[in-house]
């Protein structure tokens, strides 16, 4: 595979398993046919580091005090549980496209006894049906490259934001440096789709993860689509060098 990556307009055309439907609802089924195995997944495509990953950025919008907080591709709520442990807001809502995944964030939200701050639901980021100006903060941690209708789904975003009010993105991406992008190349390669095979029979799912992550835009790129869809950068950080990603933007 070439280190070249696609265009900004290509990633919509990576989809899980044909070019026919569309990309949300394979989305749908693809996650809700992985949903068991899927953070031992993404512990090993970050290996490990995503726990920490989230807090790092998180910690960004600490002095803004959000008091409402969306989080988008909410999954398994990891992201929603320590959005409440570290900021201590009223309420954090989830969203996601996969009920199966959502059922697995329930227990977690239950057993981590926070069902009257965490609230899930199954909802379409490009359609939400929150009334404007509803949250504080939203946040999106390693999904928005898995939007079908990404300006749409962040003007959605930006709607239900209170003027003022934050997006924080968290996404993985690939190395800009090139030994460090080759080693990257041979671990996910050999080591992810290895261990994926291991950990479900659904291997175009796990491949579509791989692949969408190497066509989405980052840096610049995913600035520049920030802005023009309403927001102003607050902070751009890279994690663990340069594998993963933070966006913090504020919605003008």
């Known amino acids: 595979m070439s280190k070249k990556k696609l265009s900004e307009t290509d990633f919509t055309k990576v989809k899980p398993y044909n070019q026919e439907e569309e990309k949300t609802v394979q989305l749908a089924r693809m996650f809700n046919t992985i949903s068991g195995k899927y953070d031992q997944f993404n512990d090993i495509m970050t290996w490990g580091l995503a726990r920490l990953?989230?807090?790092?950025?998180?910690?960004?919008?600490?002095?803004?005090?959000?008091?409402?907080?969306?989080?988008?591709?909410?999954?398994?709520?990891?992201?929603?549980?320590?959005?409440?442990?570290?900021?201590?807001?009223?309420?954090?809502?989830?969203?996601?496209?996969?009920?199966?995944?959502?059922?697995?964030?329930?227990?977690?939200?239950?057993?981590?006894?926070?069902?009257?701050?965490?609230?899930?639901?199954?909802?379409?980021?490009?359609?939400?049906?929150?009334?404007?100006?509803?949250?504080?903060?939203?946040?999106?941690?390693?999904?928005?490259?898995?939007?079908?209708?990404?300006?749409?789904?962040?003007?959605?975003?930006?709607?239900?934001?209170?003027?003022?009010?934050?997006?924080?993105?968290?996404?993985?991406?690939?190395?800009?440096?090139?030994?460090l992008f080759k080693g990257y190349q041979l671990y996910t390669k050999i080591f992810v789709k290895m261990t994926a095979k291991l950990l479900s029979s659904d291997k175009v799912a796990y491949n579509y993860l791989q692949e969408s992550m190497h066509a989405f835009p980052n840096g610049d790129k995913l600035i520049r689509i920030l802005i023009g869809n309403g927001f102003k950068l607050k902070k751009h950080r890279k994690f663990t060098f340069g594998v993963c990603s933070m966006y913090l933007v504020e919605k003008i």
């Open 53 to 179: 990953w989230r807090r790092g950025s998180l910690l960004a919008l600490k002095k803004y005090h959000p008091k409402q907080i969306l989080d988008i591709a909410a999954g398994t709520a990891d992201m929603c549980i320590k959005s409440y442990k570290f900021l201590h807001p009223e309420k954090v809502t989830g969203i996601d496209i996969s009920e199966k995944m959502l059922d697995l964030g329930r227990l977690k939200v239950e057993k981590a006894k926070l069902n009257d701050k965490i609230d899930l639901q199954v909802q379409d980021v490009s359609a939400l049906t929150f009334p404007d100006n509803s949250f504080d903060a939203a946040t999106i941690a390693f999904g928005i490259r898995n939007f079908e209708k990404l300006n749409k789904s962040l003007q959605q975003i930006n709607r239900v934001l209170k003027t003022g009010g934050h997006l924080l993105i968290l996404e993985m991406n690939e190395p800009n440096n090139e030994l």
